[in-house]
């Protein structure tokens, strides 16, 4: 059965508040300075996503998958995600990542909390342990197209769907649904989002999601649960 509606959340400042969860692993795998070099760049214009993900990607060479997993299970989140899945779930609403984070990063968020993974940029795999290679990069509407897509599978048409973020990387997403939320965003997203949060605790979003839900109960005709 289709759900009634989706909400997608991004990972990194979204579910991840305190720093990305690229910086979490490259502390632990060494490379944090190149990283944050490769980062400024960007933010500066100075450098794509995709040469940040290269030099990123670089980082994990001969480190096994299993490693990169058993760290993430470990990967600091914003309080209060439960409850928010709880809310999907009672008012058939499936929750997706939709994220720049590296693949790994959104399964393992997905296995621990009950979202629905949806992919992401991946570093190549040799056997059991990654080869430091980019084997799929992922951009801004690249990651809207892969959300959109996965709503299309599901029968859910995009204004059915509304999506939390907090960088530039949302705002493609964001100008797809009719309703978006930025959450401890900035400014960029700010200004292209329905409504900005500022909050530490994920559970201060659902006054707002009970009121998007309400409007696909008056879309559908149905009586909204709760």
């Known amino acids: 059965m289709s759900p009634r509606g989706i909400v997608f959340f991004d990972i990194d400042g ?4 305190s720093r990305s969860s690229s910086s979490f692993l490259a502390e632990r795998l060494g490379h944090l300075e190149e990283l944050n070099a490769a980062e400024a760049r960007y933010a500066a214009g100075e450098a794509t996503n995709h040469e940040v993900s290269v030099v990123d990607a670089a980082g994990w060479r001969d480190v096994e998958v299993r490693t990169i997993a058993g760290w993430l299970d470990e990967l600091p989140l914003i309080a209060g995600i439960d409850d928010v899945v709880a809310w ?3 008012h058939e609403v499936e929750p997706v990542l939709a994220s720049l984070a590296w693949e790994p990063v959104g399964a393992s968020i997905a296995r621990r909390h009950g979202f629905t993974a949806n992919g992401g940029p991946r570093v190549g795999v040799d056997g059991t ?3 430091g290679t980019v084997a799929e990069h992922l951009d801004e509407y690249g990651k809207r197209d892969r959300a959109l897509a996965l709503a299309a599978q599901r029968g859910v048409a ?3 769907c509304c999506a939390v ?3 530039r990387s949302d705002l493609p997403l964001f100008g797809s649904v009719p309703t978006s939320f930025a959450l401890n965003a900035g400014p960029d997203a700010r200004a292209a989002a329905s409504v900005s949060i500022e909050t530490g605790d994920l559970r201060d979003l659902i006054p707002w999601l009970d009121r998007w839900e309400r409007g696909l109960g ?3 005709g149905a009586r909204t649960p709760g």
């Open 14 to 17: 979204t579910l991840v508040p």
């Open 88 to 90: 999907c779930a009672h």
């Open 129 to 131: 342990v990654h080869d």
């Open 158 to 160: 995009p204004d059915r």
């Open 165 to 167: 973020g907090d960088s």
């Open 218 to 220: 008056r879309r559908d």
